[in-house]
């Protein structure tokens, strides 16, 4: 199974059927459970976790990384509700701030924001 997890700078023993099962490597880089490993003499080569085996734990400093976190969302712009006889017959609609819709401030809802 492994002495620890699949991360960069992991040592790993290629496990996959073929010409480099049992060769060993370095992770390089890793993106959706793919890795990305060096071997000895340079070359690369693309795997799935599930065709490698950790040799060496983890570095250090890839254990001591603090947990990411998601990025605050922008703030929306606020939206409010306008109703009224508008030139298209007492319309209803929910305008942007900036105005324009087919609501109480009549037009054709291209103007200035427009209607959602």
């Known amino acids: 199974s492994g002495i620890g997890r699949l991360c960069i700078g992991v040592q790993v023993r290629v496990t996959q059927k073929g010409e480099r099962e049992g060769k060993e490597a370095q992770i390089i880089l890793s993106k959706c459970g793919y890795y990305t ?3 000895e003499d340079g070359t690369i080569g693309h795997f799935r976790g599930r ?10 400093d890839m254990l001591s990384k603090p947990p990411r976190t998601k990025a605050k969302q922008p703030e929306r712009p606020k ?17 942007s701030a900036t105005g ?11 103007a200035n924001g427009g209607c959602v």
Not at 51 to 60: E, G
Not at 79 to 95: A, H, K, N, P
């Open 100 to 110: 324009g819709g087919n609501g109480a401030a009549g037009g054709n809802g291209m």
């Open 79 to 95: 939206r409010e509700m306008l109703t009224g006889s508008g030139e298209r017959g007492g319309s209803v609609g929910i305008c």
């Open 51 to 60: 065709d490698l085996t950790a040799l060496t734990a983890p570095p250090a």
């Open 37 to 39: 490993v060096r071997y």
